[in-house]
């Protein structure tokens, strides 16, 4: 049996017993926004951000191309209750959409949609990211998940971040669900990465030794006017700048509520027990950011369905072996946090396939229909919430 890297002890014991600290959540989803009969991305949101807004308030927000429709949840105190805010934001976005006479989907990339012809919102945050990176935004076309998971302290959050980047590439490997693009199967379960790469200070981030260094690193990327503000750290992985959360952006937004609950409860998971292990004065192995990366190419290229790396026997194991061992690592908090039944639906995306493996084979199955495939991701989004 493949066993999870060594845990050794850290070079300085914790000054002061742990207090209890709950783990809250944060889930941010990014949904295309579908013309029912061309099933193409459409421009045509802005009442569906107007009216949306009258009851959900802030928690739904146009993004750089308009048609992308974000919502995000409140800060849920449990994955109970992050599950109930998603499945209201879907219900209430979906109904928004319907009252426009548009659909809804979630995937990480449209199947056919040509990033030349998509709108960008008019607003100057987005003009001066285009006016920057130029095509890199122009393209930027894609659709992701983005999961914030409290912390006690910022320190304690740069600590775990380092550790939790070696998990980076498994969790994206279950997430991955954007086979195609513009109109092509790219042979990627997850290409939705590979133009988001286009962007600088993207995909996986550097380990610090401190919260004083990374915030010295952010302050010198401002001072030289390479960012403005924090928020312009893209990485697959961050500590926020304006919040005591370490946020998970690496995954492609899932087509159902059930997946992303899922992962949101991994995430939590491991956030909780690596804060056990130190507060017991034990910690994780950290890897460094170009052996993880190609972890995270391969998870992108294959999915579920290829081998990542195992650095501690420095040989490569089928990735759903690594999922197992992950399920087995977070184990003994799942409990503690109310979480199990979400996390067990792990079993479930393996046993059916992640959102890539589904769409490519009802592509297979419908002889090559790309409307019919936007119609199936439709459909897919909306189930456990219509």
Known sequence: MITVPTIAAPAVEPSAPAKPHKF??????????????????????????????????EQVKNEMHTAVVEVATNVCEDIADARRE???????????????GLLIAAAGTHPFARWADARITDAPRYREIVDELQDAARGNLIFGLHVHVGIPDRETGLQISNIVRYF?????????????????????????????????????????????????????????GCIDNGKKIWWDLRLHPNFDTIEFRVCDVPMRVDETIALAA???????????????????????????????????????????????????VPTRELILELLEFINDVVDELGSRKEVEYIH???????????QRAEFKRNGGDLKGLMDFIVRETALGVA
Do not use: C
């Open 86 to 100: 998603v499945t209201k934001l879907r219900k209430a976005i979906f109904e928004q959409a319907a009252k426009e």
């Open 348 to 358: 479930e995306i393996l046993r059916m396939g992640t959102g890539a493996d589904r």
């Open 168 to 224: 980076l590439p498994h969790i994206f490997a279950l997430s991955t669900n954007s086979p195609f693009w513009e109109g092509r199967d790219t042979g990627y379960r997850g290409y939705r990465t590979k133009v988001f790469d286009k962007f600088p200070r993207t995909g996986i981030p550097e380990s610090f030794g401190s919260a004083a260094e990374y915030d010295a690193y952010i302050d010198l990327l401002v001072k030289t």
């Open 24 to 57: 809250t959540l944060g889930i941010e989803e990014e949904f295309q926004v579908i013309d029912p009969v061309t099933r193409d991305l459409t421009s045509h949101i802005h009442q569906i951000i107007d009216e949306g807004k009258t009851f959900l308030l």
């Open 266 to 316: 991994v995430m939590q998971a491991l956030v909780a027990k690596l804060y056990k292990l130190m507060q017991s004065n034990l910690s994780f192995r950290t890897y460094r950011r170009a052996l993880i990366s190609e972890n995270k190419w391969r998870a992108s290229r294959y999915g579920i369905e290829g081998k990542l790396i195992d650095f501690g026997k420095k040989q490569e």
